[in-house]
Nanobody, 128 residues
Framework: QVQLVESGGGLVQAGGSLRLSCVASGRTFSDYAMGWFRQAPGKERDFVASISRSGGNTYYTDSVKGRFTISRDNAKSTVYLQMNSLKPEDTADYYC?????????????????????WGQGTQVTVSS
């Protein structure tokens, strides 16, 4: 399986921005579609965004559309999540995940069970 390490989390005021990074190793990165999920305390892990192997297709949960952007650099084996206009409700641990199967357009890869590998997470706290 591919190993994933996230970074870039932190404390930011509402309206601010953060960019999360997730570096992959151990396998050919371009063989994997990637996703970002988040989990707030006491809640389930929720889908945030996903991106196809080539980067040509992206999917977002409704609450982050227009604010967050997922991208990838296959030469650097890295997937990014640019988060703008952050809100207190974006506070959570953010996880990147890899899946060997393509992202189906009808689901956007929104189910955590569809992913094969997970990072350890990075904490994002948005203060009001």
């Amino acid at each position: 399986q591919v190993q994933l390490v996230e970074s870039g989390g932190g404390l930011v005021q509402a309206g601010g921005s953060l960019r999360l990074s997730c570096v992959a190793s151990g396998r050919t990165f371009s063989d994997y579609a990637m996703g970002w999920f988040r989990q707030a305390p006491g809640k389930e892990r929720d889908f945030v965004a996903s991106i196809s192997r080539s980067g040509g297709n992206t999917y977002y949960t409704d609450s982050v559309k227009g604010r967050f952007t997922i991208s990838r650099d296959n030469a650097k084996s890295t997937v990014y999540l640019q988060m703008n206009s952050l809100k207190p409700e974006d506070t959570a641990d953010y996880y990147c995940a890899a899946r060997s199967r393509p992202v189906p357009s009808y689901t956007g890869g929104s189910s955590p069970g569809e992913y094969d590998s997970w990072g350890q997470g990075t904490q994002v706290t948005v203060s009001s």
